[in-house]
């Protein structure tokens, strides 16, 4: 395997985010600039050239568009990706595809885009050219995803730490299947139903279901094993969740395992739903513990997709008096702007937030410009996503009492401690931690406090009964309905095998 093609488009959509995701929310790179970025991160490109490396494969990156999560892209971002993408392969002369991607994405008018991108580039290459992707395992995934890859391979954790290793398998099964020791024979079951909140791979139920997925891929009764538990607030057909299950040149086996695995989800399927603690308990606790907590607002997580810029927890912050330091970021784009044209040190009246999350009305507050900066670069110190270089849009810290507020210009979702330590923020002094995140920050804040995802309203709390549905149901558990799996079996039809 001498030259591999990779790149393209990542980002996690949330239906019912009125912000639409444009350009200039995503990180660009392209060609040798991206191979060196990324090389040695824990991200999905990371993995393909650590892989790439220790063979002497090339890489070829024509464009990767990475976003935090959103609304849905702008049809003209995607496009834009895919006539890159598309336009390398024509190119040709590559043995392979890997495609480090989410999965999740929706654009403006399509539901499953990573699926449309796959299917043109295997239009162009034929069915010779192995296509294998690496998506996160909160994808959609439906059966014209799969039509057209040869081999799909999903993060086994939640929180994330696996990005690298999940695009390495994605590399390896195209080298297997060109050197002949993979003939790829998958085999999906898909079945309308949602994990809600009790969802993470290391407590159960997850944990022992994929102790028992890694069992059957230790011992060689089936190549690869992924099981995708879905964006939550996709408003599309067949959401849901999706076993997917590769045996090596038979599927019957295969089949056997996706079902039980399948059958093991549904049976968990009211344990697969959490609760978590209230806001005030945790605000308690600091008060009377002197504890660090760093908390999840699992309302508004920009993780999952939400705008970024609920009051809920600031507001409650102030009626309560909270009398120790905090930070919490919001989202608030001419805020930032207005706390600029202010200039640090002047002491302003400002009205920030509640703009896009509705659920808590916006601030007003007088308090001091204390910081402001423009093209911050972050580098997350991992385990997620660990070695990852973004760049902090405009920013500005406003302050009152001992309370600062991180404004930003775009939404983030501060799933690593090196965002506040790129704005100047003391996380060692600061006892209350907000973040807009619901698992991955709790690997990366584990060493700065007590890491807490907390029950707050918001279009990314696990209430989805709340959301206005108009595609997607009827799922579990919304709807009380009956296991009703559709099952999907693919074999390659390269005539090389
Ligand atoms: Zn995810």
Known sequence: MKRVLSGGIAQESHSFNPIVTRRERFTIQSGNDAVARNRGANSTLGGIISSADEVGTEVEVPIL????????????????????MVAAARKGSFDAIVLPLHGGMLTTSLSDPEGDLIQALR????????????FDLHAHV???????????????????????????????????????????RCAAVLFPM????????????????????????DNGSVYDVSIFNAQQFLDVKDLGQVVLVYGNGENEVAQRVADEIAGSLWASRDELVGTYPSLDSCLDRIET????????????????????????????LIERN??????????????VQKCMAAGVGAEIVLTFGGRYSTVSPPIRAEGRVTASGSKTPVVYDGPSDGGTTIHLDD?????????????????????????????????????????????????NFASVGECITIDTPGITSYYVDRLPWNTARPFYPVDKIDYSPRHYLRSRQAKAL
């Open 194 to 217: 949602l994990t809600l909140g009790n969802d993470r791979t290391d407590e159960a139920p997850l944990r022992r279901i994929h102790a028992y997925a890694k069992a059957q891929v």
């Open 123 to 134: 239009d162009v290459v034929g069915p010779d050219v192995p296509i294998t992707a690496a």
């Open 142 to 184: 439906t059966e014209r995803t799969i039509a057209p890859l040869d081999f799909l391979s999903a993060y086994l954790t939640n929180p994330h730490g696996d990005q690298a290793a999940t695009s390495r398998r994605a590399f390896q099964a195209a080298r297997d299947i060109l050197e002949g020791r993979l003939d790829p």
């Open 65 to 84: 568009f990475r976003a935090q999560s959103g609304g849905p892209v702008e049809d003209s971002v995607f496009e834009e990706v895919k006539d890159a």
């Open 322 to 335: 909270f009398n120790e330091p905090a930070v919490v970021p919001i989202y608030a784009p001419e805020e």
């Open 289 to 316: 513990e002197n504890r660090t907590l760093v908390l999840g607002d699992q309302g508004d997580r920009v993780a999952g997709g939400g705008p970024g810029d609920s009051t809920f927890i600031l507001n409650r």
């Open 395 to 443: 920013w500005a810290i406003f302050q009152f009492g001992k309370i600062q507020v991180l404004l930003t210009s775009q939404p983030y979702a501060f799933i690593d401690p090196a965002y506040y330590r790129a704005v100047g923020v003391d996380l060692r002094v600061t006892k209350l931690i907000v973040v807009r995140s619901g698992y991955h920050f709790s690997l």
